[in-house]
């Protein structure tokens, strides 16, 4: 059974950035997509980007620009560098991994934008 652990959330004021990274507890083969999705108060978890084992990438309208999902090693398989940050993106965000029928799901990091 594979863990996987976000960092690099924390509280930051608009127009900042942070960069989010995801750890697996062993390395993970056979990655069909990596994805980020974030979660805010109230709302339904909706997903930010994914990026398929072919390298291509989906972005969800809201961070279109502003955020960038990218591969990383067997052991920490993706990160997503966040710039422009609004208040709007305020939210728990979740690092998944898809490998054939398994998908594994971090337990989310916190991502504060505020004043």
């Known amino acids: 059974q594979v863990q996987l652990m976000e960092s690099g959330g924390g509280l930051v004021q608009p127009g900042g950035s942070l960069r989010l990274s995801c750890a697996a507890s062993r390395s993970i083969f056979s990655i069909n997509t990596m994805g980020w999705y974030r979660q805010a108060p109230g709302k339904q978890r909706e997903l930010v980007a994914v990026?398929?084992?072919?390298?291509?990438?989906v972005y969800a309208d809201s961070v279109k620009g502003r955020f960038t999902i990218s591969r990383g090693n067997a052991k920490n398989p993706l990160n997503l560098q966040m710039n422009s940050l609004k208040p709007e993106d305020t939210a728990v965000y979740y690092c998944?991994?898809?490998?054939?029928?398994?998908?594994?799901w971090g337990q989310g990091t916190q991502v504060t934008v505020s004043s």
């Open positions: 998944n991994v898809v490998t054939g029928p398994i998908n594994y």
């Open positions: 990026i398929t084992v072919g390298g291509s990438t």
